[in-house]
């Protein structure tokens, strides 16, 4: 494949901020919506699409589920088309009618990330951008650098001096330059300089308080909701492990323009799972701009902060948030394992959220629950010593 080959989805009509639905002409905005940032309350902003698909038809060539996407075709590196399973030993272990799983851990680089860094990466090259700059300590890194790569785009990954040292070793052999912190506030502040004074692009968020990736990347996560319908797996309620939210809005994207095209009947209920309480605040009125400080093993959906787009998401479908420790994703992801799935800490988290949502009564016996296993566990630095 030529790297710099692409072509932009001729639907795509512009973006539009999710809070106040502010519009803006196709471009890059990494701080998200002007309007809201000024009111110190920044939200992000959606790719807005005229005419969607009435069908779901795959695209002939590219990207195949391009035409909901901002890019028919681009960077790839065969991402997406991840199994949905159905677990009716577990279903019947948990006491629900029926229990499927999403394993993101089966895209090339390991994790849903990959969804994000094929469009991410693909508007960088559309944008003439030379570089590409992001915030991350895990998957999110890995998974730039190698489509960065594949691209042929320079990759500089802001990290934790403390990033555990598979992850370290996967940079250099992608040919990514790393710059270490001790806070996150400093790799944030790095990435902004990279970008608002030296002109690389951003493929994450570096704003504080934050806002989500840059629309672009999040839209590759509308995939998941095109191919969970495609293969017949509506559920009742979908469970994400969720840091800042990016996932999160964009399953919920997908099946709310579903739903708009008459493709689903009903909107599924999106719940957050978060390893200590921050969104679960915000649902009970602190303001969503606060800190939430926390420590957690479950380094993919670590952090302090919320984002606008994960309380939209939550509200708009009906859903909320359940709070999952170390020791409870931990025995959700051994029970994962008895089920042959080998899985990161935090995804095993989603079976410790059913399980707390089925008591509390949020989940009905009845209903049909669909897990986002966010990633495999063979790069996990996660002990079950540490929870002695």
Known sequence: MNPRRFQRNPRL??????????????????????????????????AVYADLPTSLQPSGSGFRWGAWLPYLSGVSLGEGETPCMELPRLAADLGVARLSVKHEGMNPTG????????????????????????ASSGNAAISAAAYCAAAGLACEAATYQAMPETFVRALQRLGARRVAFDRGADRWEHVRRRVEDDGAFALTNYCLPPVGSPAFGVEGYRAIALECVADGCVPDHVLVPTARGDL????????????????IERLPRLWVVEP????????????????????????????GTVTLQQLHAVRSS????????DGQAFRGATRLAQEGLWVELCAGSTV???????????????EHALLILTAKGDRDPFEPAALS
């Not at 009906?318 to 420790?325: F, N, R, T």
């Open 318 to 325: 009906g859903g909320g948030a359940a709070v999952v420790d």
């Open 13 to 46: 009509s512009h973006l539009r901020c999710i809070s106040c639905s502010h519009v803006l002409d196709i471009g890059d905005y990494p701080r998200g919506c002007p309007v809201c940032e000024r009111t110190q309350k920044p939200s992000s902003l959606e």
């Open 352 to 366: 410790g959220a059913l399980t707390q949502l089925l008591a509390d009564q949020r989940i009905a016996p009845s």
């Open 248 to 263: 999160l809005w964009g399953i919920y994207s997908g099946f709310r323009d579903l739903l708009a095209a008459g493709l």
């Open 276 to 303: 200590f309480a921050r969104l679960a605040k915000v649902l009970e009125g602190a303001p969503a701009q606060n800190e939430f400080p926390g420590t957690t093993a479950q380094f993919s959906i670590a952090g």
């Open 111 to 134: 994790s849903h990330k990959d969804r994000m860094s094929s469009q991410g990466v693909t508007r960088a090259l559309d944008a003439g951008a030379q570089s590409v700059v992001l």
